[in-house]
């Protein structure tokens, strides 16, 4: 076995569809972390998609251990946290390329605290490889006057708690709809049957169709959760979507605050935001145009670039 991705982001997460797509594009295995089909990998050229299971994976030292020695070339992806990858030292033992990020924030993070060899290897950030051509080709209708405020992401610790006040205050001062993928309880819970809010369940329908279907992408997360593409966010960019996301994390990396949407400090910022978008046609138009611009120079296909893969 050549090359093979090595990847422990749950089933069906971005994280994991990365993952497969760089694996798909590479022509090699997607080896799950999660069963012992790892243990069995002899690829030359590894590239481990991981949260911090590589610290964690120290407990089983000898099988992590054998599996490494195969390699002549390893790559790293961290795509949530550090864990505590920035001190192991058996990075100095194998041959450990590239340490790739998908924030800046989170990159600086593990330069001000990698030690030992770790110091010496490069590291590399770029958007989580989305395709995203699927999601440029959506043809907006401009000419459509009844707005839909929608949010598509799978519930997990970065919504724990979807900010409930906020929707009905915009519900309250917008005849907005508003549609999500997939609906928190809470929201589920304090609308029910309510016309004004769409509620679909993960892959009920395209992704692409469901953002071809809203207006503003609005999505505003844990406080507590770092959000390191996010891939969501990319994908209703190069949809065309006017965006109002959070200042912080990997979100301030992909947008430009007010030529592609807004980044918000707070939820009455937030709430403002999201009804000059409502109200102003033009600005919303000419936002949701430029955020498409920006989201097509994300070039997935850096990461086989830097990967230094060669697809032919």
């Known amino acids: 076995m050549k090359t093979a991705i090595l990847c422990n982001t749950k089933i069906d997460g971005g994280g994991e569809q990365s993952a497969q797509w760089l694996a798909d ?24 998609y991981m949260n911090n299971s590589i610290y964690k994976m120290l407990d089983e030292r000898d099988d992590f251990r054998k599996v490494l020695s195969y390699a002549n070339e390893i790559y790293i992806i961290l795509n949530f946290v550090l864990g505590g990858f920035h001190k192991q030292m058996w990075v100095e033992e194998y041959p450990v390329k590239k340490v790739f ?3 800046e ?33 959506i043809q907006r ?9 929608g949010r598509h992401s799978r519930i997990s610790l970065k919504y724990p708690k979807e900010p409930v006040p906020m929707y009905e205050h915009l519900y309250e001062k917008t005849d ?7 609906p928190h309880p809470k929201i589920v819970k304090r609308f029910p049957n309510d016309k004004r809010f769409l509620y ?17 992408y ?22 065309g979507l006017p965006c109002v996301v959070e200042n912080r994390n990997g979100m301030k990396d992909r947008m430009i ?13 937030t709430i403002e935001r999201a009804i000059e978008l409502v109200n102003y046609k033009e600005k919303r138009i000419k936002m949701g145009q430029a955020a498409r611009m920006i989201a097509a120079t994300f070039r997935p296909e850096r990461w086989l670039e830097e990967l230094n893969v060669c697809i032919g």
């Not at 590479?26 to 030359?44: D, M, Y």
């Not at 907005?176 to 997939?182: E, G, R, T, Y």
């Not at 679909?200 to 503003?216: A, K, M, R, T």
């Not at 996010?230 to 209703?236: D, F, K, Q, S």
Request: with cysteine; net charge neutral; glycine share 4%.
């Open 141 to 149: 209708d401009y000419r459509r006057e009844n707005l839909t405020i």
């Open 25 to 48: 594009k590479i022509k090699c295995p997607l080896v799950s972390l999660t069963t012992n089909e790892w243990r069995s990998c002899k690829a030359k050229k590894q590239i481990w």
């Open 257 to 269: 605050d007010g030529l592609t949407g807004y980044l918000v400090n707070s939820e009455e910022e």
């Open 218 to 239: 609005l999505s505003i997360i844990n406080p507590k959760t770092r959000e390191q593409g996010p891939r969501t966010l990319i994908e209703a960019m190069a949809s």
């Open 200 to 216: 679909y369940q993960y892959n009920q329908i395209p992704v692409e169709d469901f953002l071809g279907s809203i207006d503003i």
């Open 101 to 103: 990020f998908l924030n």
């Open 176 to 182: 907005v709809d508003f549609a999500f993928m997939i």
């Open 105 to 137: 924030e989170k990159r600086l993070e593990y330069i001000e605290k990698r030690c030992g060899e770790q110091r010496n290897l490069p590291t590399v950030v770029l958007p989580p490889p989305v395709n995203i051509n699927k999601f440029l080709g």
